[in-house]
């Protein structure tokens, strides 16, 4: 099973601040056949669901604000916030989806 | 809108099961691959399985093999998740999230989940 290892495992970050949460696998997740990373960023509220915000590493869920961006290929990857908003405090998950599934443990992310 | 609406929660004893269900709405629900990830209180997220609502061809995580089972209803457009020989551990929130149209596809629609309470 790809092991999914996300730093740090929390985050406080200044309003207006760049929040940056990394995550690396135990093995690739770059499909050689079609160059795309299968790597995939999530955001939970507390009490909702997991909402998608990154997909094949790089691009963004129709929605998601574009100060959300995905970077990272192979097997290191991260999650950047380029100005931390109040409503973006919640935990973040990574996911691969080269072989079935799994997430990373979270990070929680708080305003400092 | 593409919609995952799932059953309500449920308190079941150890050594029960407990079977939840998933109606979709919205899109063809044979052309997406519907995956169960469960959420203890506090924790993270674990995924359980996927079943492909075309066929009905289902994989599990080994963890679960023996213990879960994925099934689907294409004339009501709902996928059920089965889960046997309940533990207190098996106490979590439980949510269908639909996958992509082919079977390596991050999950962009989820139920709001079902919470299963495992208690004596």
């Known amino acids: 099973d790809i092991v999914m290892t996300q730093s740090p495992d929390s985050l406080a970050v200044s309003l207006g601040e760049r929040a940056t949460i990394n995550c690396k696998s135990s093995q690739s997740v770059l499909h050689r056949s079609n160059n795309k990373n299968y790597l995939a960023w999530y955001q939970q509220k507390p009490g909702q669901p997991p909402k998608l915000l990154i997909y094949?590493?790089?691009t963004r869920e129709s929605g998601v604000p574009d100060r959300f961006s995905g970077s990272g290929s192979g097997t290191d990857f991260t999650l950047t916030i380029s100005s931390l908003q109040a409503e973006d405090v919640a935990v973040y998950y990574c996911?691969?989806?080269?072989?079935?599934?799994?997430f990373g443990q979270g990070t929680k992310l708080e305003i400092k | 809108q593409v919609q995952l609406v799932q059953s309500g929660a449920e308190v079941k004893k150890p050594g029960a099961s407990v079977k939840v269900s998933c109606k979709a709405s919205g899109y063809t629900f044979t052309s997406y691959y519907m995956h169960w990830v469960r959420q203890a209180p506090g924790q993270g997220l674990e995924w359980m399985g996927v079943i492909n609502p075309s066929g009905g061809r289902t994989t599990y995580a080994q963890k679960f093999q023996g213990r879960v089972t994925m099934t689907t209803d294409t004339s009501t457009s709902t996928v059920y998740m089965e889960l046997s020989s309940l533990r207190s551990e098996d106490t979590a929130v439980y949510y269908c999230a639909r996958g992509g149209s082919g079977r390596l596809a991050a999950a962009g629609v989820w139920g709001q989940g079902t919470l299963v309470t495992v208690s004596s």
């Open positions: 094949g590493a790089s």
């Open positions: 996911q691969q989806y080269y072989t079935l599934y799994t």
